[in-house]
């Protein structure tokens, strides 16, 4: 019987001479991983003017609120929904709504998921969440998701504020990840990084900001 294709390919392959595994070149050190912390913050800043979003620096979380306040008037905000992780928990926006007539609405205030999905997609005009990390090398914000941390909150209305702790800025990718799994035993379910709009160019090269996601970020470095 004749030698089948197959056979005949696998047996040049087996016979052809070896070739040892290419050394690969040193790769140069990223300049983020020698810069103090406040060149970190002004690169994050610059990249993230490069991804066009809007950057607003406080130096205390009481000062946030007043930030927040100013957004809210030009975004002609009036229903929000917010996360509960540990950096908006530092603030009382329930009370902060209440004095600027803003509805700030939670993802435990809805009694199932179906309401909850109606509400953050349909009625909130933006989503505020506070940040895990952020990369000063590509301007881009993560977020590690929990029970406090819901993931729609940051995806479906079409604006997100994040708010960020300087002191959360890392150079690079790897402590990123490093921090998302510090803790053996305690993975999170998922986290996500966020680098400016959601854009897409997939319909004829022509590029479409909220496709997948807010049109709009704004962040607030705080510290």
């Known amino acids: 019987m004749a030698q089948s294709v197959r056979d005949e390919i696998l047996a040049k392959l087996r016979a052809a001479p070896s070739v040892g595994v290419p050394t ?14 406040e060149q970190l913050i002004a690169e994050f800043i610059a990249r993230l ?28 905000l009036k229903k929000v929904m917010t ?49 895990d990390f952020a990369v000063a090398e590509s301007a881009t914000i993560g977020l590690i998701h929990n029970k406090d941390q819901s993931r729609l909150v940051s995806l479906a209305p079409i604006l997100h504020i994040a708010i960020v ?28 990084f966020i680098t400016g709009p959601s854009m897409t160019g997939d319909i004829q090269g022509v590029l479409f900001k909220g496709m997948h996601g807010p049109r709009k970020v704004i962040v607030i470095l705080v510290g």
């Open 165 to 192: 702790p300087v002191d959360r800025i890392i150079p690079v990718y790897e402590k990123a990840i490093e921090k998302a799994f510090a803790k053996k035993g305690e993975y999170p379910s998922q986290f996500v």
């Open 83 to 131: 996360s509960a992780d540990d950096v908006i928990s530092r603030l009382d926006l329930a009370g902060w709504g209440k004095k600027n007539d803003i509805q700030v609405m939670t993802p435990r205030d809805f009694p199932d998921r179906n309401s909850y999905r109606d509400a953050v997609f349909d009625q909130a005009q933006a989503g505020i969440t506070g940040a």
């Open 49 to 76: 003017a490069e991804e066009a979003v809007a950057v607003h620096r406080v130096k205390d979380f009481p000062e946030v609120l007043d930030r927040l306040t100013v957004i809210a008037s030009e975004e002609g």
């Open 24 to 37: 690969r070149p040193t790769l140069p050190p990223y300049k983020t991983l020698s810069m103090n912390q």
